[in-house]
């Protein structure tokens, strides 16, 4: 490998695994992703849906099996097949679709471009090479997309890390501390827990 900066600790932490975790009003779904450069909807991993008041420990229970599921695909110097790359593209999207046909019926939406409409979206990455620990990443609601804040000290209260060693219904409270950091247009808020309370953990990213 001719790259001098892939050193063994910069491969360690280039793999990591990842799921979204989004809110509306309606309905909270968890969904396990695969990263192949980018990110898709996993053809095989862990992926539930509930009504949005869903208990903290059903939150972190299925965030942990999507978290736990998700695979990583890259190989830092290799590029990747493109038929196997449009193959599993096919695959990934037919899932995601169906996946959110069954949100959109069971909550009575008229289709799914409306389940999607009015979210919050939770990022997560986790380097399951390095550490325990996941970092949840709140977003910003804009026309048809979500944006992840930046990496620095004027919104580090965006990012928190949380290791995954606490129990189902703490992380689960992480997770809806974090989606009620996310930012939405005008008065679209959705998911406001109590604000200022401690993490049981006390520890997040400056």
């Known amino acids: 490998m001719s790259q001098t900066y892939l050193t063994p600790e910069r491969l360690r932490w280039l793999h990591y695994k990842s799921s979204a975790i989004i809110l509306s009003p309606k309905y909270i779904s968890i969904e396990s992703m695969e990263v ?3 990110q898709y909807f996993s053809r095989t991993g862990w992926c539930a849906h509930a009504p949005n008041d869903a208990t903290d420990k059903w939150i972190g229970e299925n965030f942990r099996k999507a978290l736990l599921s998700s695979e990583y ?5 290799i590029i990747l097949d493109r038929e196997a790359v449009v193959v599993m593209k096919e695959v990934s999207n037919r899932r995601r679709l169906a996946f959110w046909d069954d949100i ?4 009575g939406y008229k289709d799914m471009d409306q389940a999607g ?3 919050d979206l939770v990022f997560s990455s986790w380097h399951y090479l390095v550490d325990d620990f996941v970092t949840l990443r709140a977003s910003k609601r804009l026309t048809g997309t979500h944006r992840a804040w930046p990496e620095d000290r004027k919104h580090a209260d965006k990012h928190m890390t949380v290791p995954l ?3 189902d219904e703490e992380l689960g409270y992480a997770v809806r501390v974090a989606l009620s950091r996310c ?3 005008g008065r679209q808020k959705i998911n ?3 604000e200022l309370l401690p993490l049981p953990w006390k520890k997040e990213k400056a």
């Open 73 to 77: 695909f890259n190989k830092p110097g």
């Open 104 to 107: 959109a019926r069971s909550y």
């Open 192 to 194: 406001t827990p109590p």
């Open 117 to 119: 409409r009015r979210c």
């Open 183 to 185: 930012e939405a247009p």
């Open 165 to 167: 060693s606490v129990s």
């Open 36 to 38: 192949w450069k980018g």
